[in-house]
């Protein structure tokens, strides 16, 4: 069964600090993952998408990870801000024979305090 | 561009009422169509997804309905409401034919109260 697991469930930093948040999958045949953000009361927005031949994608103060041999993920924020509180959460799409149906994590909520 | 459209934005009903949620796409053709539910702080569960028109598979048993009566239009039903109908309910759509699948773009969502 495919299964996306995030981790921690939540988190509370202070504004200008750096946090990692992680993502364990167990979908097969893999294809991409993705990183959503999702502000309280709205849509997820894509923030990175990771391909299998990809280790690394920025986008600004985000950076994702992928190891697809240990099938981990971990996106680090840079110099938080508070406009970072959200939910942020981890997807993962089958390939070719697999599912197309994405696989969500339950996401990790993101508190920034000032 | 493509833009996604969900309404209504906010809702409480009665239980025992009736539901509807519209949910529709410009901007391309023949895409791929999702209702999900967000229950307070749980993730995202999918309730429905199409392929076409007409062409609903349902992914748990519930007590809600979908339809799809037009190409980029989704509906989400139903006929009684109960008190655990109640979260935050996401339409999605992505591309029919797509390089690198799982490519999900949102709308705004619905918060459906029961009472």
């Known amino acids: 069964k495919n299964q996306v697991e995030q981790s921690p469930q939540s988190l509370i930093i202070l504004e200008g600090k750096n946090c990692t948040l992680q993502?364990?999958?167990?979908?097969?045949?893999?294809?991409?993952l993705r990183w959503y953000k999702q502000d309280t009361g709205r849509g997820p927005v894509s923030l990175t998408i990771?391909?299998?031949?990809?280790n690394t994608k920025s986008n600004g103060r985000y950076t994702a990870t992928l190891d697809a041999d240990t099938k981990q993920s971990s996106l680090h924020i840079t110099a938080s801000q508070l406009s970072d509180s959200a939910s942020y959460i981890c997807?993962?799409?089958?390939?070719?024979?697999?599912?197309?149906?994405?696989?969500f994590g339950r996401g990790t909520s993101l508190i920034v305090h000032p | 561009s493509q833009t996604i459209h969900q309404w209504p934005a906010t809702l409480v009903q009665p239980v025992g009422s009736p539901l509807s949620l519209e949910c529709t796409v410009e901007?391309?053709?023949?895409?791929?169509l999702y209702w999900y539910r967000q229950a307070a702080g749980r993730g995202l569960q999918l309730l429905f997804y199409s392929v076409g028109i007409g062409q609903i598979s349902s992914e748990v048993p519930q007590n809600l309905s979908a339809s799809r009566p037009q190409d980029r239009q989704f509906i989400l039903s139903s006929k009684k409401l109960l008190l655990s109908d109640s979260g935050f309910y996401l339409c999605a759509w992505s591309p029919r034919s797509v390089i690198i699948p799982g490519e999900l773009f949102f709308g705004e969502g619905s918060r459906l109260t029961v009472l």
């Open positions: 997807v993962v799409s089958a390939g070719p024979g697999g599912s197309y149906i994405p696989t």
């Open positions: 993502c364990n999958y167990t979908v097969s045949p893999f294809s991409n």
């Open positions: 901007g391309t053709s023949n895409p791929n």
């Open positions: 990771m391909t299998f031949s990809e």
